[in-house]
């Protein structure tokens, strides 16, 4: 294995830091972005994540989950009678003002209401506080919802929409991009402070041994004209897919991560190129002696491929710690996985050749009868 | 004592009716004109002549960095008219070139640059030759105790003496060398041609080099003086 390309680079250790440090700093651009993308995207998915049943019913016009559109109770009879439904379980979501204390501030929380009984979610909740909410005016409040409401012990008073409820225990869920806080309560007990609210869901689950794709057809079948039914991994992409495609959210941290991109390129190109510019002769030399262009665009290929590589390991670690705080800060779900390390690697390789061939080209351009 | 390694044919440099010239049309400017020699193995055959007369362009047609445009050129049994550029890269690895500036990688030292040249020829080359053969070379220009430093902590004639042993460490049936000497102090200078020489009569290497310095002529087997372009 020939060494001049590692040989440059390490025996230049300062310029060479220096030059890791300018793309590592692109490279975090590109990691932040993608993890506010991820972290919104994530967040949103959390409460499809928690749904516990088969299938999930929701309003036709209700394109993504923060369009609140619901289900009218006929639907709920509707789907319960269909072969194959063991349960329908209703989720009710109503947005409300919550006062922690009789002179605080009013601050909007999102409740969500179920019957205790059945739970359509998994919220991570204690036997206790989930047994809580059998009693009236109890809630359950999300742990780890935006610090904005101040602390929150079990049994304290609390009011929503000015309504005395108490603190029955906590949950754990994580705001989005819209909603600060959850709070956690009873079918019953929302009904009884908002007396008009749907369904903005419906959760099934299937009979055992009922095959849920045809379950799925039938509840179309039946009240097809103004639902939607899907599983819960297909409400997922849907949701996903209407994120990145139908809110800008894909293109504006797209955008973003791709300038990012370009600014560690030009930079690993500049560096190169200045590198480069400083050896032409010896360059030049290599191509008089006999070694073919391969040879020489291996050389310069194998320095940006390092300078990328230290790069790419600086601005990994500093986006490590960077994500601790922007999830602390902001309560997204940001957090770096394999496969998203992986990809910014792999773009990062993928820039550092382009940057690399762009940066040979003066070699392969010089001539070496200029020597003499 | 010449070992026969290019054919029978033991010329390594033939070359007639040559001419070449810079730019083109209204802008064309002729070099060199109806110049032919041959320079055979072992042969060690000096360039002169006035400055701008040509020296350097004929130097770089025959060594492949330059495309041949009018009459025969055959170095080392290569025919260089029409010549791919994959053939004059080929061609090139048997040609020792030393220039008037040592061009060296500053990031490597001299056993390093060494290793990097053996590598043009590795199917030559088992391990101990890496071992053995760039010690043999840098004790032979006098550098046993700096194999190991980057150029930077080199003079510039030690340098220079590493660019001469990096044209010769893969012995090549041919050294061009362009005033190899002309800035270099006496014990470099005397180095540097004592290896030309050697390569000449031990191993019947051909060499042509462009002097300027009448000293070197009792050295050459020949002397040939090129005037505007021309042969003399
Ligand atoms: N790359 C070039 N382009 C145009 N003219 C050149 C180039 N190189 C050399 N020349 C001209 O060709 C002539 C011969 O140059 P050169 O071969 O370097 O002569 P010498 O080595 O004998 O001094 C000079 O007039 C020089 O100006
Ligand atoms: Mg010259």
Redesign the interface.
């Known amino acids: 294995m020939?060494?001049?390309g590692w040989?440059?680079i390490?025996?230049?250790a300062w310029r060479s830091v220096l030059a890791m440090a300018g793309i590592a700093t692109a490279v975090l651009i590109v990691f932040v972005e993608m993890g506010f993308m991820n972290g919104i995207l994530d967040s949103q998915l959390r409460i499809v994540e928690a749904v516990r049943g088969d299938l999930v019913v929701l309003d036709k016009r209700r394109l993504h989950l923060d369009k609140w559109d619901g289900l009218l109770p006929i639907h709920l009879s509707q789907i319960a009678v269909v072969p194959g439904v063991a349960a329908v379980m209703p989720l009710y979501q109503a947005g409300m003002n919550l006062r922690n204390g009789p002179d605080r501030p009013d601050r909007r929380v999102v409740v969500l209401a179920f019957s205790p009984d059945d739970p359509p979610l998994e919220l991570g909740w204690s036997r206790a506080a989930l047994d809580s909410l059998r009693e009236p005016e109890r809630v359950l409040f999300d742990r780890k919802s935006r610090p904005i409401y101040g602390e929150l012990a079990v049994g304290q008073a609390l009011w929503l929409e000015g309504r005395r409820v108490r603190l029955g225990g906590y949950v754990s869920l994580g705001p989005t991009v819209i909603i600060d806080g959850v709070m956690v309560s009873s079918e019953s007990t929302l009904k009884s402070i908002n007396p008009g609210v749907r369904p903005i869901m419906a959760v099934v689950r299937v009979a055992p041994g009922a095959d849920i794709e045809r379950v799925k057809r039938a509840i179309l079948g039946r009240a097809g004209e103004d639902i939607d039914v899907f599983r819960p991994g297909e409400l997922a992409d849907r949701e996903i897919t209407y994120l990145r495609r139908t809110a800008p959210i894909g293109l504006l941290f797209g955008a973003g991560m791709a300038a990012g991109l370009f600014v560690g390129l030009v930079i690993c190109y500049q560096v190169l190129y200045v590198a480069i510019r400083r050896?032409i002769?010896?360059y030049?030399?290599l191509?008089?002696?006999?070694?073919?262009n391969a040879f020489v665009i291996g050389v310069i290929l194998h320095q940006a491929v390092l300078y990328a590589a230290g790069g790419f390991l600086i601005g990994l670690l500093a986006a490590f710690l960077l994500y601790q705080e922007l999830a602390l800060r902001t309560g997204l779900a940001i957090f770096l996985t394999a496969p998203r390390i992986g990809a910014i690697a792999l773009a990062c390789l993928l820039a550092s050749v382009v940057a690399g061939l762009a940066a040979a080209r003066q070699v392969i351009h010089c001539?070496?009868?200029e020597?003499? | 004592m010449i070992p026969m390694t290019v054919a029978a044919d033991q010329t390594r440099i033939h070359c007639s009716h040559l001419s070449y010239a810079y730019g083109s049309g209204a802008e064309e400017q002729p070099v060199l004109s109806g110049i032919g020699f041959d320079i055979s193995a072992g042969e060690f055959v000096i360039l002169t002549g006035p400055s701008g007369s040509g020296k350097s362009t004929l130097v770089t047609l025959i060594g492949g960095l330059r495309r041949l445009q009018r009459g025969q050129l055959r170095v080392l049994g290569s025919d260089l008219a029409g010549a791919s550029e994959a053939a004059l890269v080929l061609l090139r690895r048997d040609i020792g070139f030393i220039f008037q500036d040592h061009h060296l990688f500053d990031a490597l030292t001299p056993r390093e640059t060494m290793h990097l040249t053996m590598g043009l020829r590795r199917e030559r080359y088992g391990k101990q030759d890496y071992l053995e053969r760039p010690e043999r070379w840098l004790t032979r220009i006098g550098l046993q105790r700096r194999m190991d430093v980057l150029p930077g902590k080199l003079s510039t004639g030690q340098r220079q003496r590493v660019a001469v042993a990096r044209a010769l460490i893969n012995e090549p049936d041919l050294i061009l060398a362009d005033e190899p000497t002309a800035s270099l102090d006496p014990e470099s200078a005397a180095i540097t041609l004592d290896c030309l020489r050697e390569a000449v009569s031990q191993r019947g290497a051909a060499v042509l080099m462009i002097s300027h310095d009448s000293r070197h002529y009792a050295l050459a087997d020949r002397v040939l003086t090129l005037v505007d372009g021309k042969l003399v």
């Open positions: 020939n060494q001049l040989r440059l390490s025996r230049d050896r002769q010896a030049a030399t191509k008089a002696m006999g070694f073919g001539d070496p009868a020597l003499y």
